[in-house]
């Protein structure tokens, strides 16, 4: 029987799925994450999940993208567009770019929030890029996407794939050595880390009993900077847009307890990455005020493809930025280690999730409040923190050092 990345490995990115030629594959979730199980009674033991798997697997195979790395700062020209978009709306604008250029022939996929869920999809028409704007602060279902990218491939398309960089790199080594005449554009995104579903589930069951579907995670209605707002559907059709102070599903992602186990140490989060543009949030720098109302790209380019495409959209402004400005906010570019998870042990979590909210609440979003309401029994967990942050702040410094010194 072949062997899967473990629950503390494994990113989800679903490319043993993928490769199965008998669909021996299935995901679910555990603890909150989609992770494969394989179905012993399909399995054929060909061990392709195995040999693909990007944690896993024997074959090292070097699928970075090769060639000079530059970070711009860009928006877009079209108001409308930009103020819709995450942050500058370079994304809305390349797919846009692509669309006249090949036409029929061009396919985009992205990730879209379906229902409760968030889940990959592949769009043929430039009126539906509008499903794929704004940020996914949840881990994307790619179900059987590489196979269907791959078809389009063969046949002569071009493919623009954005995903966050475990999936470009999945879909990258799933493509390793196939033959097809089409082409294909990647976009990775700055990643966080992924939340477990657990935190949604949570908010649910103590707070928004009668959701029906989410609208978005983060808009611009206060301005940029103050993005973060969980805006939902109730049953009765009523739409509510909780602030990021709020929302506990917000307050819980951004205190970072119940990542997925990979994202404390992803080895993906560097500089050298497998896609063609990375894209984020432009923090930092010298902003206007209606650039922090409106939102500024963060786009790294790394090779000249992606830098000639770059100079190529008419409809974005863009300028050339040093690395000093953009790495210092945005950690994430170049370091995947996070020291955070040593602050609540995996063990202890997983009895937290079985607490009653009251508990939950306090300890995930962090919010014991432990002089305010006297509460000195949690101000040993308070020091500890304050500690393991201090120890994380001073190992991203160092590296952030190390790497502006090697540029």
């Known amino acids: 029987m072949p062997k899967l990345a473990t629950l503390k490995t494994c990113t989800g990115c679903m490319l043993c799925m993928n490769v199965c030629p008998n669909n021996a594959i299935q995901i679910k979730q555990v603890d909150g994450f989609l992770n494969p199980q394989i179905d012993k009674e399909r399995c054929i033991e060909c061990k392709l999940c195995e040999h693909y798997c990007p944690v896993i697997g024997k074959s090292k195979i070097n699928l970075i993208s090769g060639g000079e790395r530059t970070p711009y700062s860009v928006k877009s020209k079209n108001t409308a567009r930009r103020i819709r978009s995450a942050s500058g709306g370079f994304f809305m604008e390349l797919a846009i770019h692509f669309f006249e250029k090949y036409k029929e022939k061009c396919y985009v996929v992205g990730a879209v929030i379906d229902g409760l869920e ?73 990643c966080n880390g992924v939340p477990s579903n657990r935190l ?9 009993k009668d959701i029906k579907r989410i609208v978005s995670f983060r808009d611009k209605v206060d301005d940029w900077e103050h993005c973060l707002a969980f805006t939902y559907v109730y049953k009765d059709n009523n739409i509510v847009r909780l602030r990021g102070e709020v929302s506990f599903f917000l307050r819980a992602f951004r205190v970072n307890y119940a990542l997925r186990n990979c994202c404390y140490n992803c ?46 959209i008419s409809t974005i402004e863009y300028k050339k930025i040093d690395w000093n400005e953009c790495l210092p906010n945005n950690p994430r570019i170049y370091c995947g280690r996070r020291f955070i998870q040593w602050i609540i042990p995996r063990k202890i979590l997983k009895i937290i999730w079985k607490c009653n909210y009251k ?49």
């Open 359 to 407: 508990v939950q609440e306090q300890v995930l979003t962090d919010s014991l409040g432990v002089i305010s309401k006297k509460r000195f029994y949690w101000i040993g967990l308070k020091i500890w923190r304050i500690v393991i942050l201090k120890i994380e702040q001073i190992y991203r410094k160092a590296k952030l050092l190390s790497i502006l010194k090697s540029m």
């Open 200 to 208: 949604l589930e949570i908010d649910i069951k103590n707070n928004i």
């Open 118 to 190: 968030v889940r990959h999809i592949i769009i043929n028409n430039k009126e539906d890029l509008l499903t794929l704007q704004g940020t996914k602060y949840m881990q994307s279902n790619v179900g059987f996407i590489y196979n269907s990218v791959y078809k389009l491939l063969k046949e002569g398309a071009f493919v623009l794939f954005s995903g966050l960089s475990c999936q470009i790199y999945a879909l990258k080594k799933y493509l390793y050595n196939k033959k097809f005449i089409g082409d294909i554009i990647f976009c990775d995104l700055i």
């Open 267 to 312: 080895s993906y989060c560097k500089m050298e990455r497998a896609a063609d543009f990375t894209i984020g949030d432009f923090w930092g720098g010298d902003l206007s005020d209606e650039d922090k109302k409106n939102g500024v790209s963060l786009i790294i380019c790394h090779n000249k493809k992606a830098q000639n495409i770059l100079f190529n």
